[in-house]
Antibody
Framework: QVQLVQSGAEVKKPGASVKVSCKTS????????MHWVRQAPGQGLEWMGW????????NLARKFQGRVTLTRDTSMNTAYMELTRLNSDDTAMYYC?????????????WGQGTLVTVSS | EIVLTQSPDTLSLSPGERATLSCRAS??????LAWYQQKFGQAPRLLIY???NRATDIPARFSGSGSGTDFTLTISSLEPEDFAIYYC????????????FGQGTKLEIK
């Protein structure tokens, strides 16, 4: 079955960077796009960007351009999201999510989330 | 950027009642709209895609309708497990493919 397992919680200081991993199994990693979504405590969902594990191509929401890098390791079937220049507003649960079909599509399979806390 | 506005912010109903949730887009999104359910402490779950198609294993009591700028998620008869937060999400394909979420509607037990 499709599984996405994310790395553990992180505590970072303002100005630092964080890299969240999303290890996949149960399907062909390079065959399906991945979304990254975050959710600040008590707030709604915020779409960050999509990533193509086959080509390495990505598209980010405007507010994350310049601060977020999406990558992958195809040998490990793992996707990564790196967020730089952290500030307190970046405190959130970060989710990876695989799309529904073989095309750029909606997020149908979700990781369990990675809590990133930014605090001095 | 297209903005999605969901209404109401909170909906208080009893099990067995019918729930109607609304999502309005600031400009037409065709039928590129999805609905997600999120329970406390859990990742979201895809319910409806392309405005009216139920995702895999989603019960028939969930249905979606609409096109253009106005969309509706209907739960025909509420079960106890349906009380959660619901989000709509749209997809825009020009000039590049991006997605945005609405702010969510909390469906609570009356």
């Amino acid at each position: 079955q499709v599984q996405l397992v994310q790395s553990g919680a992180e505590v970072k200081k303002p100005g630092a960077s964080v890299k969240v991993s999303c290890k996949t199994s149960g399907y062909t990693f390079t065959g399906y796009y991945m979304h990254w979504v975050r959710q600040a405590p008590g707030q709604g969902l915020e779409w960050m960007g999509w990533f193509n594990p086959n080509t390495g191509g990505a598209n980010l929401a405007r507010k994350f351009q310049g601060r977020v890098t999406l990558t992958r390791d195809t040998s490990m079937n793992t996707a990564y999201m790196e967020l730089t220049r952290l500030n307190s507003d970046d405190t959130a649960m970060y989710y990876c999510a695989r799309v529904r079909t073989l095309h750029l599509d909606y997020a149908a399979y979700w990781g369990q989330g990675t809590l990133v806390t930014v605090s001095s | 950027e297209i903005v999605l506005t969901q209404s109401p912010d909170t909906l208080s109903l009893s099990p067995g009642e019918r729930a109607t949730l609304s999502c309005r887009a600031s400009q037409s999104v065709g039928t590129y709209l999805a609905w997600y359910q999120q329970k406390f402490g859990q990742a979201p779950r895809l319910l409806i895609y392309d405005a009216s198609n139920r995702a895999t294993d989603i019960p028939a009591r969930f249905s979606g309708s609409g096109s253009g700028t106005d969309f509706t998620l209907t739960i025909s008869s509420l079960e106890p497990e349906d009380f959660a937060i619901y989000y709509c999400q749209q997809r825009t394909n020009w000039p590049s493919t991006i997605y945005t979420f609405g702010q969510g509607t909390k469906l609570e037990i009356k």
